[in-house]
């Protein structure tokens, strides 16, 4: 006999709150971003920075981090379907996956052209660089206001980008002082260098951590035998076996499971002993779980029923 349930969260997904206000805040951060793109490209071009070009190609990635997040804080409220039965969570993945593979290629591209300046540099505009970096520090500073207060897990992601935005800024702002002072040019292949090598960084690290949900591991910080051995602490369980631990984008967490009885139970008690086993998933951040009761006597018919 199955019983299904959806964590005690009355199909709120777990808590957490899509509101239109995350919409807004993601679809302002992107307008500023993409305007600014746009802007610090032709003034990389001017001033000759290959730092100033290798950041916005950084900004263009994150344009799009930016108007998948929208889209996906949009799409995300749809239901169910007959042929996305858990919804469209699932698509933000994807949406990850391409945001890397076009920062990982434009990174490939900025350091193809660093490297020959490492070693013949060029002459830059670091007065214009300067202005350029005061600009960046302020439009992204106010994009990192609108989505500091972050509820949902999109809005964070898009805070922290932001945020680094930020600090990038910083240190182009210090490198063109120091060159406008000192005349050394080759401080910008070398912030271009960085730039690109802590996008490739992240990038990898996204994927690893992208990588496990796609492949339906368990969540890292969800414990599978603390899970079982707190739903044997009720004493009408006595088996718990075929249990799978899995989220949809690293957020909403699923989780399936056979619970074998001490004794048979009417209905009613049945209800009881779900309410039980729910809070303990509950508190252990599962958001949709389907429980499956078996008979004292009965075996389970699945030859992987583990």
Known sequence: MSEESHGGHSHSHGGHNHSH?????????????????????VGGM????????????HDFGDCLSLALAWYFQRKSKKGSTDKYTYGYKRYSLLGAIITSAVLMAGSVFILSEAIPRLISPQATDAGGMFWLAVAGIVINGIAVLRTRKARSINERVVSLHLLEDV?????????????????????????????????IFNVI???????????????????REHIIEEIMEIEAVKDVHDLHIWSLDDEYNVLTVHVSLRESMPMGDLVELKRKIRAVLHEEDIHHATIEFEEPDESCTFENCV
Do not use: C, H
């Open 167 to 199: 600090l990038g800024w910083a240190a182009v702002l210090i490198g063109s002082a120091v060159m406008y002072f000192t005349g050394l040019t080759i401080i910008d292949p070398i912030l271009s260098f960085a730039i690109a090598a802590y996008v």
């Open 46 to 57: 001017l001033t000759n920075s290959i730092a100033i070009i290798s950041d916005s190609v």
């Open 205 to 223: 690290k996204n994927i690893r951590q992208i990588m496990p949900i796609i492949l339906q591991g368990s969540p890292v910080e969800i414990k």
């Open 21 to 41: 206000g995350g919409d807004g805040n993601i679809g302002l951060a992107f307008f500023l971003n993409l305007s600014f793109t746009v802007i610090e490209l």
